[in-house]
């Protein structure tokens, strides 16, 4: 069964390297807002994927398996602090994917590309966000990510 299990794994590789992403948002007048706990170092609460028209992520993911492969920091409310985010999916918030991005003093860039190769999720699960920031207040960045079935 080696040889079956080597195939599997040689298509998971075929798969995340050769695709077509899908946005999310998947539409230029919706935004993603990612926010903080408002106490410095701390993480806010898990907050479900959606979008600003309420279009949850997870959604596109009932019927197969998914994977997200980048987010895309594309503003950030303070740009002289360190943001640190964790993706999950499932009630038990099992995290598939974690990032850092800053800006001003902090990076060179304040606009950060993530890529990643977490595990898939699950179909049929919600999927999470939570984040924190080294400021005292409840800091938000929009971002989009890009994603596709497994």
Not at 36 to 44: I, K, L, P, R, Y
Not at 52 to 64: M, N, W
Not at 112 to 124: A, D, H, L
Request: overall charge neutral; proline content about 3%; hydrophobic content about 35%.
């Amino acid at each position: 069964m080696k040889g079956i299990d080597a195939i599997r794994r040689l298509k998971g590789i075929f798969d995340a390297v050769y695709h077509v992403s899908a946005l999310f948002p998947d539409n230029t007048s919706l935004t993603w807002t990612m926010t903080a706990h408002a106490t410095a170092h701390t993480w806010s609460d898990w907050t479900e994927i959606a979008d600003s028209g309420a279009t949850k992520l997870s959604a596109s993911y009932t019927t197969e398996k998914g994977h997200i492969t980048a987010i895309e920091i594309e503003t950030l409310s303070e740009i002289d602090t360190i943001y640190i985010y964790e993706l999950a999916w499932g009630a038990g918030k099992t995290v598939f994917a974690r990032g850092r991005a800053g800006g001003g003093t902090k990076f060179h860039n304040p606009i950060t590309t993530e890529r990643f190769w977490p595990p898939n999720f699950p179909k049929s699960q919600l999927l999470y966000y939570r984040m924190k920031t080294a400021t005292g207040v409840a800091d938000t960045c929009t971002a989009h990510i890009r994603h596709h079935a497994d």
